[in-house]
């Protein structure tokens, strides 16, 4: 890389967003310091540990450990001579719907005491409208330029992501150039704004992804209703360059570390404002009913076999994670499913190949499993919860003899229902005709 890319970058925070900023701006050239308080995720990255599942980041971070571009560090005094820091710390949902931004905070007091003048802070995290604007406030500094640049990429597509990313979206009057001349390489088109429109912008597109697929949701439901196959009428959607084919595939349901928090702190934004934003809620009340549509399809498997209910059936999950690719399991619509079966009686047991046992612990009311046959061994019914394009490949003549009655509902229509069929599976989709 050229000498004069050369830059000294800070991030604050090593998750899914942080490390990814940190490793790919390295990548690019920059000097980059990663500072992050939890100090076992420090010495393992500095080891060249990634503790997250992203395709191509342990190779970035090992390069950028071994050229010295990157290090990581638990003290933001390491901080100290940056030019420009990205702050990358979660947001969580707070008690009433709106974004946590206590850890925002913190940073944002801590990093005032200690950068010099003329420092460009840069929110990366999602924020709500107004948050970059109080950054004199918080930092009490009024020589530290704020801009935001919220963050787009979707898990285990992190790197991918931001490296050819559709836009670089940076709102704020000053400090602008320095933060875009860090991505110059990557030839992206830019949206220069001001930070509200910025901050709402990312709002913005995760709230509309979600009222896409609450209504992909719905119309699976009514095509259920009609005999149609939700399949055909998607495909005839997508096909229209108005509404392209993504995020219609129906599913359990949609959640994640970002839909669900930044829906709820859109909605909380609004309200705050005096704002119903009615379509949000009707999102959030389609997703919630598509946790309990799931667990209604179990039923009806189990209705009329000797089980009658969930109550005592050994109910095998596949897929636990909120989606294929990743191994995140918060808000994952799998977990609120198996919350709801156990509610009811049933004993649970999961397979996730991004989860080991192991880690088990971590999944309330489902014992986790190495194996996906010991999911279906005694089983009244399977529940794919994930995309995991491996599920296709199992060898389903012997779970249809390791179960004790062959019968899926196939929340991602994953599966190829006539090959199930040919073993003696009942089968259930989302909005397909049924097997
Ligand atoms: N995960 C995504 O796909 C994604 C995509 C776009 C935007 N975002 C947004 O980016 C932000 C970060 O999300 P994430 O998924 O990367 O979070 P994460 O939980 O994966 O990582 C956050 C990191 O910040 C660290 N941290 C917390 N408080 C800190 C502090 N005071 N000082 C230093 N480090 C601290 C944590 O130890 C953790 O390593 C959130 O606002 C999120 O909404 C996330
Ligand atoms: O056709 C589809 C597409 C997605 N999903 C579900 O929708 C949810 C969200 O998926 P995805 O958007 O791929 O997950 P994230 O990695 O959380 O990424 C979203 O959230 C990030 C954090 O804000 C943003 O940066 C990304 O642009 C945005 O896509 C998951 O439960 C998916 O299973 C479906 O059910 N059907």
Redesign the pocket.
Known sequence: MAEEAERCVGV????????TTAACLAHLGHRVRC????ES?VDRLNRGEVP?SEPGLPELVAGGLASGRLRFTTS?AGLRDTDVVFV????PMGERGE?DLR?LE??LR?LGELLSPGTVLVL????PVGTTARVPALTGRDDLPAVSN??????GF?VRDFLEPDRIVLGGDRGLDRVESLYSALGAPVVRTDPASAELG?YACNAFLALKLSYANELAELCEQVGADVRHVTTTMGMDDRIGPAFLRPGPGWG???LP??VAALRRSARDRGMRFGLLQAAEHTNTGQHERVVRKVQELLTGSPYGSPAGARIGLLGLTFKAGTD?LRDSPALAIAARLAERGAVLTGYDPAVPAAKGGAVADVHVVDDPLLVAKDAAALVVLTEWPEFRELDWAQLAELADRPAVVDTRNLLDADDLARHGFSCRGIGIPTR
């Open positions: 604050v925070g090593a998750g899914y967003v942080g490390l500072a992050d308080i939890d995720k997250i933001a990358c710390v979660p947001t974004a850890a913190a940073v801590e990366k995290s999602t924020v919220p963050e787009f990429l979707r898990e992190a990312k994640g570390s970002c928090k930044d995140d």
